[in-house]
């Protein structure tokens, strides 16, 4: 999460319920030209972000996802079509819809081909922004399924300078992981494998905060705090995380969900080069297929209670699970409503008024 050092253009925020949102943003891509369904799957997921506190990937999007399809980047209403079926494995092409449904349908699949199988490979390539990784990870995890998910965005998404370079050459490359707990919350892991999701420096620009050193170059390969300096001209790069690692980790991404899945590796001549789009590859296994799904619970309850048992090494401090903070921060949206800054606001409002929607009514 973005630095919260205050600088002058701190913006004002205002709390709002989840569920008024998901309704406003709802008619928003209704007026797009969405299907109702549609339009409710797109404004949930996003908002779902927001509440477990990824705001780079929430309500923030709207005005860039109506702004792909006035420029015809991302089609409303299509659904995911299978191109190759071999059980197993599965490759499916979105067809350069939404990312909310196409990913949807694309999980819904993998699911059954896991129940069946043990295990299913799906090679999801050509759906538009999946938005936040960890919701397809969350959704296997409640049918009790483990699974990987690798994910690159060809061309358009190009943002990212490999370790060791001054300029962008790959794209942020989230990977994401979830794995059932039984009863309890699963365990997602989900990150961008850039230092920071450009969504967040998008956040931090909005909200007039600086980011944390280490996160990006500015245009001349140098490193700096200020999230003007990534939109400037020349424009900056995000840097990998954890140097050579997250480089290499990037690198992984982008030949599993590119090359394999026929979607493209970042490459600024690719077909798709001037979409908005993310291809992903996902592994998904039934525990019962190895192990068993009695062992796999109560080893993963082990190994969880002996992580968290580790002493804090900051007073008040705790070892947190990876999904816990999200799940922290959802319980609290939940109750309190999500914080929304003015320029985001604004710019929501902008987008919604561009369609004739009245968001303040
Ligand atoms: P992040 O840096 O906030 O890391 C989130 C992960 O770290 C989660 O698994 C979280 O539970 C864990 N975590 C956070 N704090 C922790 C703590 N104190 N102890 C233990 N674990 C902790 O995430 P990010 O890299 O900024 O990514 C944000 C979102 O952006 C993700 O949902 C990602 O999928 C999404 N994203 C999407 C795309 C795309 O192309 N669709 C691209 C980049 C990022």
């Given at each position: 999460?973005?630095?919260?050092?205050?600088?002058?253009?701190?913006?004002?925020?205002?709390?709002?319920?989840?569920?008024?949102?998901?309704?406003?943003?709802?008619?928003?891509?209704?007026?797009?030209?969405?299907?109702?369904?549609?339009?409710?799957?797109?404004?949930?997921?996003?908002?779902?972000?927001?509440?477990?506190?990824?705001?780079?990937?929430?309500?923030?999007?709207?005005?860039?996802?109506?702004?792909?399809?006035?420029?015809?980047?991302?089609?409303?209403?299509?659904?995911?079509?299978?191109?190759?079926?071999?059980?197993?494995?599965?490759?499916?092409?979105?067809?350069?819809?939404?990312?909310?449904?196409?990913?949807?349908?694309?999980?819904a699949i993998a699911a059954e081909r896991a129940a069946q199988h043990g295990f299913a490979a799906v090679a999801l390539?050509?759906?538009?922004?999946?938005?936040?990784?960890?919701?397809?990870?969350?959704?296997?995890?409640?049918k009790s399924l483990v699974s990987l998910h690798f994910v690159n965005s060809s061309g358009f998404g190009i943002l990212v300078a490999p370790h060791g370079g001054g300029d962008r050459r790959l794209s942020s490359n989230p990977i994401a992981a979830g794995v059932p707990l039984g009863a309890n919350p699963p365990l997602v892991?989900?990150?961008?494998?850039?230092?920071?999701?450009?969504?967040?420096?998008?956040?931090?620009?909005?909200?007039?905060?600086?980011?944390?050193?280490?996160?990006?170059?500015?245009?001349?390969?140098m490193p700096t705090t200020d999230p003007e300096a990534f939109y400037a001209n020349p424009p900056g790069a995000i840097l990998p995380f954890a140097g050579?690692?997250?480089?290499?980790?990037?690198?992984?991404?982008?030949?599993?969900?590119?090359?394999?899945?026929?979607?493209?590796?970042?490459?600024?001549?690719s077909p798709t080069a001037e979409r908005l789009v993310n291809n992903m590859f996902s592994i998904v296994i039934d525990p019962e297929s190895f192990a068993g799904r009695t062992f796999f619970r109560t080893d993963v309850s082990l190994l969880t209670e002996w992580v968290r048992a580790s002493p804090p090494r900051e007073p008040g401090g705790a070892v947190l699970l990876p999904g816990e903070i999200e799940a922290r921060t959802r319980r609290e949206r939940e109750s309190r409503g999500i914080p929304v800054d003015s320029t985001t606001w604004a710019t929501f409002v902008a987008a919604a008024a561009s369609l004739e929607v009245d968001v303040e009514r």
């Open positions: 999460m973005t630095n919260k050092q205050p600088t002058a253009r701190r913006q004002s925020e205002q709390l709002i319920p989840s569920e008024r949102l998901i309704g406003l943003v709802q008619r928003v891509f209704e007026a797009a030209g969405s299907h109702l369904d549609e339009a409710r799957i797109i404004s949930s997921h996003l908002i779902e972000a927001n509440l477990v506190g990824h705001d780079s990937h929430g309500l923030m999007r709207v005005s860039r996802y109506v702004d792909l399809v006035r420029e015809g980047k991302v089609s409303p209403n299509q659904h995911a079509k299978i191109i190759n079926d071999r059980g197993a494995s599965v490759l499916i092409d979105g067809q350069f819809g939404y990312g909310q449904v196409i990913g949807a349908e694309a999980m390539r050509n759906a538009g922004h999946l938005g936040r990784i960890g919701a397809w990870a969350e959704f296997l995890a409640r892991l989900d990150f961008a494998t850039s230092a920071v999701a450009e969504g967040k420096i998008q956040v931090a620009r909005n909200k007039g905060e600086k980011l944390q050193r280490g996160e990006i170059l500015d245009g001349h390969g050579h690692k997250g480089s290499g980790l990037s690198i992984l991404c982008e030949i599993l969900a590119g090359s394999l899945t026929g979607g493209f590796a970042s490459n600024p001549a």
